[in-house]
């Protein structure tokens, strides 16, 4: 037992090295996730009805974002095969053709400001709850641009696994954002107070100082040289066509399944306040979990590419299963506090809320944490699997499982739900079968092997004799 822990803790592919690149990742976007769970504590201290209506405009803002993000984002394996394959040269005008998408994208999006109220009106939340979802969908849409901007530059970053970086410009976001939420959400030091409004410039303004810090790092002396990240600056029609044709599929998928998640949101709330601010707390609470498994997935992705970019599919599959071992060690333990300790979770919302109104949500909120403690074991295997088909190329497959499965076993079920009136237990059971079911499609894909033979970039390697798909054994443990 000890020898197999050492052969899959050791060497390339290995835990170690999982975390070593993954690490960085994790706490960035636990990061992210803080900022977010502090911004909503924030809002929860001022009123229940802002912080209610943060969740469903952050996740309607997001979702219409997450198309370009997930395409902007694809990047990251364009880096790492170009890595993996020795082409340096051809990594600067990748992550160009990501920053030009982005450009456009964040044109696009401000198109979305006239069409707010139409959006939340259709919701049909408790009318002060959708005044505060329309101010604050207005703010981070007309920010969106920052946000995927520093996105496709960061993937410069993640793909070549500079990891460290990425997580320190993001702590000075987190900083940022935290700070500026104090001081706008309250009108503190002297600033306005904006309340959820100032939650949004707080966001979007954590967007630009990433975008920035990460600007100064990509134009650096050595990146120019190396990797072409001036010389790169202009748009190649055949490299851009593939960051579309396997970026978009990414894109698309994120945001029907962001999509499809708004939805849910939207029928939750439906049932009536209390259900839709208790979900919000848990959901919030559930990111904690997450967020971090997302920065684990984006590492596996590099991890996979420049593996594939060397023609060695068995150190992708060795580095699969080593982040499932990680990804599972940490969401057994997370599982088991959202289990045992919901109230720990909870205990920050109740810190100045007003204690009438957090009594009315955190029982149910308690409830609903034993649902994330079950389904978020099944999570972990839904971002490790589609992450390492992603790294190799397969994001149809990936697109046309999580959406297919997102509306047949979530969207639709939930919309019969509402409509029949069965209760918020009812829908959240429905959201958790469907989380297991599309966590076994993506592993048995996995296990038929046949992103083994994918690639991105232009040459696709012939597959060694000995590349077939197998499940971990103390042969692939070592390496």
């Given at each position: 037992?000890?020898e197999?822990?050492r052969q899959?803790?050791?060497?390339?592919?290995?835990?170690?090295?999982i975390?070593r690149?993954g690490?960085?990742?994790?706490?960035?976007?636990?990061?992210h996730?803080l900022?977010?769970f502090?911004d909503r504590?924030?809002?929860?201290?001022?009123?229940?009805?802002q912080?209610s209506?943060?969740?469903?405009?952050?996740?309607m803002?997001?979702?219409?974002?997450?198309?370009?993000l997930?395409?902007?984002?694809?990047?990251?394996?364009?880096?790492?095969?170009?890595?993996?394959?020795n082409?340096?040269?051809?990594?600067?005008?990748?992550?160009?053709?990501?920053?030009?998408?982005?450009?456009g994208?964040?044109?696009?999006?401000?198109?979305?400001?006239?069409?707010?109220?139409?959006i939340?009106?259709?919701?049909?939340?408790?009318?002060?709850?959708?005044?505060?979802e329309?101010?604050?969908?207005?703010?981070?849409?007309?920010?969106?641009?920052?946000m995927?901007?520093?996105?496709?530059?960061?993937?410069?970053?993640?793909?070549?696994?500079?990891?460290?970086?990425?997580?320190?410009?993001?702590?000075?976001g987190?900083?940022v954002?935290?700070?500026?939420?104090?001081?706008?959400?309250?009108?503190n030091?002297?600033?306005p107070?904006?309340?959820?409004?100032g939650?949004?410039?707080?966001?979007?303004s954590?967007s630009?100082?990433?975008l920035?810090?990460?600007?100064?790092?990509?134009?650096?002396?050595?990146?120019?040289?190396?990797?072409?990240?001036?010389r790169?600056?202009?748009?190649?029609?055949k490299?851009?066509?593939?960051?579309?044709?396997?970026?978009?599929?990414?894109?698309?998928?994120?945001?029907?399944?962001?999509?499809?998640?708004?939805?849910?949101?939207?029928?939750?709330g439906?049932?009536?306040?209390a259900?839709l601010?208790a979900?919000?707390?848990?959901f919030?609470?559930?990111?904690?979990?997450?967020?971090p498994?997302?920065?684990?997935?984006?590492a596996?992705s590099?991890?996979v590419?420049?593996?594939?970019?060397?023609?060695?599919?068995?150190?992708?599959r060795?580095?699969?299963?080593?982040?499932?071992?990680v990804?599972?060690?940490?969401?057994?333990?997370?599982?088991?506090?959202?289990?045992?300790?919901?109230?720990?979770?909870?205990?920050?919302?109740?810190?100045?809320a007003?204690?009438?109104?957090y009594?009315s949500?955190?029982?149910t909120?308690?409830?609903?944490?034993r649902?994330?403690a079950?389904?978020?074991l099944?999570?972990?295997?839904?971002?490790?699997?589609?992450?390492?088909?992603k790294?190799?190329?397969?994001t149809?497959?990936?697109?046309?499982?999580?959406?297919?499965?997102?509306?047949?076993?979530?969207v639709?079920?939930?919309?019969?739900?509402?409509?029949?009136?069965?209760?918020l237990?009812v829908?959240?059971?429905?959201?958790?079968?469907f989380?297991?079911?599309?966590?076994?499609?993506?592993?048995?894909?996995?296990?038929?092997?046949?992103?083994?033979?994918?690639r991105?970039?232009?040459?696709?390697?012939?597959?060694?004799?000995n590349?077939?798909?197998?499940?971990?054994?103390?042969?692939?443990?070592?390496?």
């Open positions: 037992m000890n197999r822990i899959r803790w050791n060497g390339a592919g290995g835990c170690a090295e975390l690149v690490l960085p990742l994790m706490l960035s976007t636990g990061m996730t900022q977010i502090i504590v924030f809002l929860m201290w001022y009123s229940s009805d912080m209506a943060a969740m469903p405009a952050g996740i803002s997001f979702t219409f974002a997450s198309f370009f997930g395409t902007v984002s694809y990047a990251n394996t364009f880096v790492a095969q170009y890595t993996g394959a082409q340096p040269r051809r990594v600067g005008p990748a992550v160009w053709q990501s920053i030009l998408f982005a450009l994208a964040g044109i696009v999006m401000l198109n979305l400001v006239p069409l707010s109220n139409t939340f009106n259709w919701a049909g939340h408790d009318p002060t709850i959708r005044r505060y329309i101010i604050y969908f207005k703010v981070l849409v007309l920010g969106a641009a920052p995927l901007l520093s996105s496709a530059v960061s993937t410069f970053f993640t793909g070549r696994k500079q990891t460290w970086t990425v997580l320190w410009v993001n702590l000075v987190t900083a954002n935290i700070a500026l939420d104090y001081c706008l959400i309250f009108g030091f002297g600033f107070r904006w309340e959820i409004a939650a949004g410039v707080a966001t979007v954590a630009v100082v990433n920035l810090l990460y600007g100064i790092l990509f134009f650096r002396r050595d990146n120019r040289r190396q990797y072409a990240s001036v790169g600056a202009k748009l190649d029609r490299l851009f066509g593939r960051l579309m044709r396997y970026g978009l599929p990414n894109g698309t998928q994120f945001m029907l399944e962001m999509l499809a998640f708004s939805l849910f949101i939207t029928f939750l439906r049932i009536d306040k259900a601010g979900s919000s707390m848990a919030q609470v559930n990111m904690l979990a997450f967020m498994m997302i920065g684990l997935g984006v596996l590099a991890l590419g420049q593996a594939l970019g060397k023609n060695n599919p068995q150190l992708a060795r580095s699969t299963w080593s982040a499932c071992y990804a599972f060690s940490y969401m057994i333990v997370i599982a088991l506090i959202f289990w045992l300790l919901p109230e720990v979770m909870l205990w920050p919302y109740a810190l100045h007003d204690q009438q109104e009594a949500l955190a029982p909120a308690k409830i609903l944490l649902f994330v079950f389904y978020c099944f999570d972990a295997g839904n971002i490790i699997f589609a992450a390492a088909l790294g190799a190329g397969d149809r497959f990936v697109m046309i499982m999580a959406v297919s499965l997102n509306w047949l076993l979530m639709i079920p939930t919309w019969v739900a509402s409509r029949l009136g069965v209760g237990y829908m959240w059971t429905i959201f958790t079968a989380v297991c079911v599309l966590a076994g499609a993506f592993l048995l894909r996995f296990l038929q092997g046949k992103w083994q033979m994918m991105v970039i232009e040459t696709a390697p012939a597959l060694p004799m590349a077939i798909p197998e499940v971990p054994t103390l042969e692939i443990d070592a390496g």
